[in-house]
């Protein structure tokens, strides 16, 4: 399974960038996407999890302000980003959980500027 994300960039305090993360290669029942961001010097943390069956999770830093979502016709996910804050910087990672295998994509950087 390659992951292929995209989306991220350069963007003011305030503003949003909408994520997406697409799926490839030999797929079956995909159980758990995933959003996860690192800083540099930092460990790996959570973002969202969505399931599927559409049950969602969001890191408390984020709630009301990400929105995670799915489509499994195209086997992606994307991740609405708005009132972006400067430390929502970091690479952001798509991850899934496949037959009991976690399948990580490459980063895509957000940059927020204060």
């Known amino acids: 399974v390659q992951l292929q994300a995209s989306g991220g960039g350069l963007v003011q305090a305030g503003g949003f960038l909408r994520l997406s993360c697409a799926a490839s290669?030999?797929?079956?029942?995909?159980?758990?996407w995933g959003w996860y961001r690192q800083e540099p010097g930092k460990q790996r943390e959570l973002v969202a999890t969505?399931?599927?069956?559409?049950?969602?999770n969001y890191a408390d830093s984020v709630k009301d302000r990400f929105t995670i979502s799915r489509d499994s016709a195209k086997n992606a996910v994307y991740l609405q980003m708005n009132s972006l804050k400067p430390e929502d910087t970091a690479v952001y990672y798509c991850?899934?959980?496949?037959?009991?295998?976690?399948?990580w994509g490459q980063g895509t950087e957000v940059t927020v500027s204060s």
């Open positions: 991850k899934v959980v496949m037959m009991l295998r976690d399948y």
């Open positions: 290669g030999i797929i079956s029942r995909i159980n758990v």
């Open positions: 969505i399931t599927s069956g559409g049950s969602t």
